[in-house]
Each structure stands twice: as structure tokens, then as C-alpha cells.
């Protein structure tokens, strides 16, 4: 059946209002849970699963288990320990069991007189009396019940859903089953999208079995499986969604390129004597990228891509490489940064590269006011200036290009999918669609950079420039502080600067900037013979810009800061980093953060200045700090220990927002599911529209996939 044109499709997509005994109280608690149509309860999968499928004799329980057991009563104390209890003594043939209840009332305890039978669904647990289930559900089986006599023995395994509060696992059961029967009625509703011979191929359940199999598990599934979440049936739909995923941002990245770019091909001459003032030739890996991006220029489609490359690697070269060809062909290309200070960092490089070779550069940033902003904005409407510096400030909808050709985003990490998308639309305005270069220090896994980057093409520079010796990090309690100072002293008064890098758990930038402030004062103290500097996030960008200034021209030894300093910051003179609580960072931050070190011909250090007692959490992620200044090491470990939003940054998650796959634990599936994409759209492309609004919804639309 054509999917596009079932007349069901409507029956499962209305409101759950629809469902009986669903008000409007009812369908906000739902909304919570992002239930809003009954197909959503459909997908709105189990937690975990309790099996009430069989008794369990006493003696083969262990602690831990969850369980339905029967026995006999043979005792029932109130018991006067330290928090007064209600004891009941049960045994089967096979053992005994205490149950234990903190809150009951006295008619409860006349309930489990000696002899009278009880079956009961709880957890064992090791108590003061052996195994004990506390506040287990029970039921009082009457003298006349045979013996296993299973009425309220269940069929299936009991599934538990997410929930929200105010609604019971018995009341959504209870919608979920009703959303059954509709779907039972009209099947078509909820039509298969992926074609039996692909399915058979990947080795994919059907949805409606996968569905049916997670809701209602016969008692023989593998509990640990589905606790696992690898259960052939929680596969398929893992699959789906992170197929559906990858066709939206393929189906993003098709649209933009069914319009026409600027061909961009040669300007040789400007590019070679740009090289030719460089004081260090380029790496083969720049040179590999940098041909990469030429011929995506040289074609009349939209560049879209990604240069991954570690920190101290040598982007803003390949970035200025590529602005370069744009200018030579008469197209502007704007560069733009994620914070000011890199900004600004960036709008000095390339003015000091271009402006000798006759270009004009301009910078716009959000603090550039009145007459200043009104020249730039001029001058980039006009077509003067031929590159662009500036932060987001570039997007906003009354900066107007001449002929923007090529948009380079550095940093990437840091900006959401959508304002990559709006600098695109500043070309348009002017009938062109710009070329687009993203360029990242986060080494995403491939795999996972295959998923978050379906729209991208990815260009890697795997080398450091020559002459680099590895960041030397060492992990140091903060009682050794005064040794630390020393530090400081010894690398200072040897001519080399240094970083004092102040972090806070709070997410509050007036706190850190006030510990920095402390800091500052305690450093001054401490080291009365140095000029000490310090860049906060409180501070007025010129000041910062200022400072930032100073400390590049070597008039500071020490520089105080925050976070702000974090990404992009080049200053090769400094050897020196102190990080303070790193272990409030991520290892993502912590690797950028250090990456401003190491980046002279000079042996470098980081210390760690850690808070103690250290969790072992954060004791294995200081460890992987000093073990590897490899990006990619660091990114997986990143992954595994604190999941892709960390990895990605977290403005990407919003179009990562998976509800069921999990990036880590369904790692394995995103190869398959990439080659299986690349498949549908060839040759059943009328799937593709069906699965992306089956998973993706309204966003879809925001990112103008469908
Ligand atoms: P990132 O990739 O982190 O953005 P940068 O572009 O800031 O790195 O480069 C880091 C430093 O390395 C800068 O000082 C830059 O001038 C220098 N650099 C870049 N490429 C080379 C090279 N091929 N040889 C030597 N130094 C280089
Ligand atoms: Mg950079």
C-alpha cells in the first residue's frame, strides 16, 4: 500500500482527547510526556519490564529479583526497632520470606492471621531477617483458592512506562491499551514505511510486530535484552528513528543544493603570495583540506562542509585560504566566530594577512553601535568590504550582503543548525546561494559525525603543525596550591606566560567572574614581580578585547580567566595552564580549554587543580586527561561517560532529540541505517516524507526537511 495515500493515516494522528475518559487535565499530563496524539502513545515504549508471569518459589529468590511469590503466613509482630515496622513471617516449601511494611494499619495487621495464605508481587532484598520485600503488593488468597490457581498471574511481561505525576501506571496502561484497539481496527494507520526486502536485508522486524512485541512481551523474552535496550524489536525502531533523522538533514542538505552557487575557480596568484608571507608553510593535511574545499568551490552547487580538525591544528589558515578565493572572484566571504573575543582575535589575523594584498576587511559584532555600525553595514551592503569578521551579529536581518559567495562558521559546536541555515539566507536575498564552510575543534567520532552531520561533507586535518610538543598534564590536589604558585614564578620569570583559569558549577557568569576577581587578587598577592591581567565574562568586550590584547603582546605574564578564554585563543608564547575545579568541566571543555597551551615550539603544561575527595567518576576523566591529548580519544571517552549532547555541544541536541535510539548504545546501528538512507531515497523515495513527520513532527518543518 502506497503510505502517502492511506485514508487511515488520520485515525491514529488525532488528539488523545479522543480516547474515552480523556479530558483536558488528562491530555496536559500527557502533553508532559510528549504524548499528544494517539499514535504517540504507540511509541511511548516501556522503562522496563516486571514479570508476574509465574510464581517464583521462595527458595529460588534471590536479592534483587522482582517477583511473584505465594506462602503461608506463619507469624505477623509489630516490631519496636528503631522505626517501627509490621514483620510478616511467610514459607513455602522451599523457604522463607519476611515482608515488611513502615506504614500499615492496624487492620492490616489483623489481615495476616497464621495460616492464611498471601500472594505477592515486590523486590527481595537482603534484610536483618534474610530476604525481605518491603511494602510489597499483596493480595490475601482465601482458603478456598487452590493453590496457583492463577486469575491474577499475568500473560505477558508487565510493562512500566515513563510517567509523569498524577497519572498511574495503571492509567496509562490503560490509554495504551485503548490506542491499541484502534490501531487494531485500522492497521493502515500505521503503515510500514520500510519495504519487506530492505528489512530483510538489515535483518528489521515489522513496526507493527516490534510495536506489539515491546508493549506486551511474552514471558519468555530475555528481560536482560530489553533492559539493555538491544532486543531485535527495540532495534527496529531505533533504526526507524535514527533512519528518519538522517533523511531529514540528507533532505535539508538536497534542497540547498538544487540551488546554484557561485563557481569559484582559480585566484591562484592572491592565494600563492598570501602563502608566500605566511612564516611556516602548510601541512599536508591543511593541503589535503584545502583541495577538498576547491573543488566543491569549483562546482556551481553549495558547498555544505565540515572541517574537523583539534585544536592548535590550523583551521583560521584553511578559513582565510578559502575567503581568499571567494574575494579573487569578485563574491564576499563572511567569517563568522561565537564569541567576540574570537571575533576580534580573527578579524585582526586577517586583516594584518589581507590587507597587503589589497582586501578590504570589515568586522561587525554586537557592541559596534551608531556611526561605526552604520559604516560596516554599508560597507557590506555596498560590496567594500570583501571579508566579513564577526559574530552572530552577521545574521541579523537588517546586515544586508553585496554578494556573498562563501560563509565560513568556526566553531560550530557552539551555534545551533538554524543559524547556519540563516546565513545561507542572506545570499539569497541577493539571487545567490553562498558556498558554507562549518568548521569544529569537537573530534566527533565518525559515526556519530555520519548522524549529526548527514548535511555536511566531513574534511579532517589529522596533523599538527610540525615542532609541537604535547600539553604535559599533571593532576594536582588544590592543598599544593602554593607549589603550583611556584610554577607560575619559575615559567614567568623565564619569559613565558601563563593561564589561571577559573571555573564554577553554577551555570552563573557574575559568581565566576567574581572568583576570578578573588583569584586575581590572591595571584597578586602572591606574585607581586608579574603583571597579572584578567578577562571575565562581566567585563565590557573592549576591556576584554584589551586585555586579551596585552597578553598577546607579551606586556602580561598572567592572565586570570574564565571560560570565556575557551575557544580560539592563540597566544604561542604561553606554556602555562592552571585549570581550577576541573573537575566541574567537561572532557570536551577541559581539551579546548587546554588547547590553548602547546601551541609555541616550547614544551607546555596543564595542570589540574582539583577539589579533593574526587569521585571516581571524576577521577577516571582526570585520568583520561593526562593520559592522551588526542581529540578523538578524548571525544569517545566523552561519549561513553557523558553522552552526545556533551560531545556535539549542547545547542545541537535540539535536532538530536531522539526518543528512542540512543546515540551510544545504538552505535552499531548508524552505519547500517546510513547505508540503508542512501537506499529509501533511491528506490522508494515516497517513504521518505512519511518517515520524516512520523519521527521528526513539526521540527521537520523548522529545519525545512519536509
Ligand atoms: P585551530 O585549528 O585551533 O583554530 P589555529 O588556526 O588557531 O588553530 O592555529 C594554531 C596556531 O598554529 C596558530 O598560531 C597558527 O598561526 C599556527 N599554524 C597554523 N598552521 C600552521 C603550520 N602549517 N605550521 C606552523 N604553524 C601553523
Ligand atoms: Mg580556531
Known amino acids: 500500500m502506497d503510505p502517502e495515500t492511506s485514508t487511515h493515516q488520520s485515525e491514529l494522528d488525532q488528539p488523545v482527547t479522543e480516547l474515552a475518559g480523556v479530558g483536558d487535565a488528562m491530555a496536559a499530563k500527557l502533553a508532559r510526556l510528549g504524548l499528544d496524539s494517539i499514535a504517540d502513545l504507540l511509541f511511548h515504549l516501556p522503562l522496563r519490564y516486571q514479570d508476574r508471569t509465574r510464581l517464583t518459589p521462595i527458595g529460588q529468590l534471590r536479592a534483587g529479583q522482582e517477583a511473584v511469590v ?100 495503571m492509567r496509562l496502561r490503560g490509554l495504551i491499551a485503548q490506542a491499541f484497539k484502534r490501531y487494531e481496527a485500522h492497521p493502515g494507520s500505521l503503515p510500514e514505511l520500510l519495504p519487506e526486502p530492505l528489512r530483510e536485508r538489515f535483518s528489521l522486524l515489522a513496526l507493527n510486530d516490534a510495536i506489539r512485541y515491546l508493549h506486551h512481551p511474552p514471558p519468555d523474552a530475555s528481560l536482560d535484552q530489553l533492559a539493555a535496550g538491544t532486543h531485535p524489536a527495540q532495534r527496529r525502531l531505533a533504526f526507524e528513528e535514527l533512519l528518519a533523522h538522517q533523511l531529514s538533514l540528507r533532505q535539508v542538505r538536497s534542497r540547498i543544493q538544487r540551488d546554484t552557487a557561485p563557481l569559484i575557480k582559480g585566484g591562484d596568484g592572491l592565494k600563492a603570495r598570501f602563502l608566500a608571507a605566511l612564516p611556516f608553510s602548510l601541512t599536508g593535511a591543511q593541503r589535503r583540506v584545502l583541495a577538498e574545499i576547491d573543488r566543491d568551490l569549483e562546482r556551481e552547487i553549495p558547498m555544505l562542509r565540515l572541517v574537523q580538525g583539534d585544536v592548535g591544528s590550523g583551521k583560521t589558515v584553511v578559513a582565510a585560504v578559502a575567503a581568499l578565493s571567494a574575494a579573487a572572484h569578485g563574491y564576499q566571504a563572511a567569517v563568522m566566530a561565537p564569541t567576540e573575543l574570537l571575533a576580534e582575535q580573527h578579524y585582526k589575523s586577517f586583516r594584518a594577512w589581507f590587507e597587503p594584498l589589497g582586501l578590504d576587511v570589515a568586522w561587525l559584532a554586537g557592541r559596534l553601535k551608531g556611526k561605526q555600525r552604520l559604516d560596516a553595514k554599508a560597507a557590506i551592503e555596498d560590496g567594500r568590504a570583501q571579508v566579513v ?21 568556526d566553531e560550530q559546536h557552539r551555534f545551533g543548525v538554524h543559524q547556519r541555515l540563516a546565513l545561507r539566507e542572506k545570499g539569497e536575498a541577493a539571487g545567490i546561494t553562498p558556498h558554507q564552510l562549518v568548521m569544529t575543534a569537537t573530534p566527533i567520532p565518525r559515526t556519530l559525525a555520519m548522524s549529526a ?13 610540525p615542532g609541537r610538543s604535547p600539553v604535559k ?103 602555562l595552564m592552571i585549570i581550577e575545579n576541573p573537575e566541574r568541566l567537561g572532557l570536551a571543555q577541559l581539551h579546548q580549554l587546554r588547547g590553548r597551551v602547546g601551541r609555541g615550539s616550547t614544551e607546555s603544561f596543564c595542570v589540574l587543580l582539583y577539589h579533593p575527595p ?25 561519549l561513553e561517560l557523558r553522552g552526545p549532547g556533551e560531545v556535539l555541544g549542547t545547542r545541537q541536541t ?10 551510544v548504545r545504538d552505535r552499531p546501528l548508524l552505519e547500517p541505517v546510513h547505508r ?8 522508494h523515495p515516497r517513504s521518505v516524507t512519511p518517515l520524516i513527520r512520523r519521527w521528526l513532527g513539526e521540527e521537520a518543518n523548522r529545519y525545512g526537511a519536509v
Not at 569578521?389 to 562558521?409: E, K, P, Y
Not at 552531520?453 to 603543525?465: K, M, N, T
Not at 535540539?654 to 546515540?663: Q, V
Not at 540503508?676 to 528506490?683: G, K, N, P, R, T
Request: glycine share 6%; charged share 25%.
Open 654 to 663: 535540539g535536532l538530536m532529540g531522539m526518543k528512542i535510539a540512543d546515540l
Open 70 to 169: 505465594e506462602g503461608e503466613v506463619t507469624a505477623c509482630d509489630v516490631i519496636q526497632g528503631r522505626r517501627r515496622s509490621l514483620l510478616v513471617r511467610l514459607k513455602d516449601a522451599t523457604g522463607i520470606l519476611s515482608l515488611r511494611f513502615y506504614h500499615f494499619a492496624p487492620a492490616q495487621a489483623q489481615q495476616f492471621a497464621r495460616g492464611s495464605r498471601v500472594r505477592l508481587f515486590g523486590e527481595a532484598r537482603a534484610g536483618s531477617t534474610g530476604l525481605e520485600v518491603y511494602h510489597p503488593e499483596y493480595q490475601l488468597l482465601s482458603a478456598t483458592v487452590e493453590r496457583s490457581a492463577d486469575g491474577e498471574i499475568e500473560e505477558s511481561l508487565t510493562p512500566i512506562y515513563p510517567t509523569t505525576e498524577g497519572l498511574t501506571q
Open 676 to 683: 540503508l538512507a542512501a537506499e529509501l531515497v533511491d528506490s
Open 453 to 465: 552531520y548527514a548535511d555536511l561533507d566531513l574534511s579532517v586535518i589529522d596533523e599538527l603543525p
Open 614 to 638: 574526587l569521585s571516581d567518576h571524576s577521577r577516571e576523566r582526570l585520568a583520561v586527561m593526562r593520559e592522551t591529548n588526542d581529540g578523538f580519544k578524548i571525544a569517545e571517552k566523552d
Open 473 to 575: 598534564t599533571v593532576a594536582v590536589a588544590d592543598n599544593r596550591r602554593q607549589e603550583v604558585i611556584e610554577r607560575i614564578r619559575s615559567a614567568c620569570s623565564e619569559g613565558r606566560q601563563a593561564y589561571w583559569v577559573c571555573t564554577l558549577i553554577e551555570e552563573s557568569e557574575a559568581l565566576e567572574s567574581q572568583a576570578a576577581e578573588a583569584t586575581l587578587a590572591a595571584l597578586e598577592e602572591a606574585l607581586p614581580e608579574f603583571a597579572i591581567g584578567l578577562v571575565h565574562g562581566r567585563m565590557k568586550a573592549s576591556e576584554k578585547s584589551e586585555v586579551m590584547a596585552a597578553f598577546k603582546a607579551g606586556e602580561l605574564d598572567l592572565l586570570v580567566a574564565t571560560t570565556v578564554i575557551e575557544v580560539g585563543v592563540d597566544v604561542p608564547n604561553a606554556s
Open 389 to 409: 569578521v564577526g559574530t552572530h551579529a552577521l545574521f541579523q536581518a537588517d546586515v544586508r550582503f553585496h554578494r556573498l559567495g562563501l560563509a565560513i562558521i
